[in-house]
């Protein structure tokens, strides 16, 4: 039995056309695509028009991630403040671009649980963890705070959000994090999902890196609107694409209070950030 995993497109249109071709071209029984399809990046419809369609004809499977509950929050909650709305202005330009669609993922799940065939095969997908969306599990997190994160009685357990991907081990089960298709974090600018394969009674996992056309998602960027019409901190997920390395955390942690007291200017709060970083 084969099955691919991929998550955290981030709004990637050639960086989701190079992961389909490969998992096409593999034929796997079974696809998972695990959250975060949208937002973060330019193309969040033309991504969603392409999984639906993959959906219908293939049986692809969804999985609801942090971004597509924050988009679809947008379309309900009006922002607080003006610097508020600044401040989530790309998610408010990805929730434009798929304002009419919200019926085809409004209804994704959190999890994800398949067997390959006896009880001791049991694999769990979900996003983050247990704990939800936004808790992934990463390299960094100590065994002891494992437990509260995982299913018991598990053979596999496959998440993402941290846009790193990661093997290990926690007693008798397998942990796969397939990193991120659209946006890495690991210094590696490419594609990257996972495959597992049930063989001899065992799942074996393998990250997959692939080469795709960074130039035009470099285009997409500028000409879809999302830097004009995203804000300031649209400038940062660009530069976190570029570079493959995680940014906006470090910005929140200095200057979201700030900003939100007023403080200094969204604008302002940027421009020193990125003038800082290495």
């Known amino acids: 039995m084969k099955v691919a995993v ?11 056309e190079a992961a389909v071709d490969d998992i096409l071209a593999w034929r796997p029984e079974l696809v998972v695509m695990a959250g975060d399809l949208l937002n973060r990046g330019p193309c969040s419809r033309s991504c969603l028009e392409r999984f639906e369609e993959l959906r219908r004809t293939h049986g692809w499977l969804p999985i609801n991630g942090n971004h597509e509950v924050w988009v679809l929050r947008c379309g309900r909650e009006a922002p607080e403040s003006p610097v508020a709305a600044e401040m989530r202005a790309f998610a408010d330009f990805s929730y434009r671009q798929v304002a009419d669609l919200q019926h085809t993922f409004d209804w994704w799940p959190d999890h994800l649980c398949f067997d390959g065939g006896d009880d001791a095969s049991w694999v769990h997908v979900t ?3 247990l704990l939800g969306h936004r808790d992934g599990v990463s390299a960094s997190v100590p065994d002891e705070a494992l437990a509260d994160k995982l299913p ?21 089960t397998q942990i796969l994090n397939v990193g991120s298709v659209g946006s890495p974090f690991d210094g590696d600018t490419r594609a990257c999902y996972g495959r ?17 056309d ?3 998602t470099e285009r997409d960027f500028h000409e879809s609107g999302f830097l004009a019409e995203g804000g300031p901190l649209a400038r940062i997920l660009l ?11 470090h910005w929140i942690k200095r200057y979201q209070a700030a900003v939100l007291a007023g403080e200094i200017r969204l604008e302002r709060s940027v421009n020193e950030f990125l003038e800082g970083i290495d």
């Open 239 to 249: 530069i976190e694409w570029q570079q493959a390395r995680v940014l906006m955390p």
């Open 6 to 16: 991929f998550s955290d497109v981030q709004a990637n249109l050639p960086a989701l």
């Open 196 to 212: 597992i394969e049930l063989r001899s009674g065992r799942w074996h996992t393998e990250i997959r890196r692939l080469d795709y």
């Open 214 to 216: 960074r130039e035009r």
């Open 152 to 172: 018991q009685d598990i053979a596999l357990f496959v998440g993402a959000h941290t846009h790193k991907p990661l093997t290990r081990r926690f007693g008798a």
């Open 127 to 129: 996003h983050g963890s």
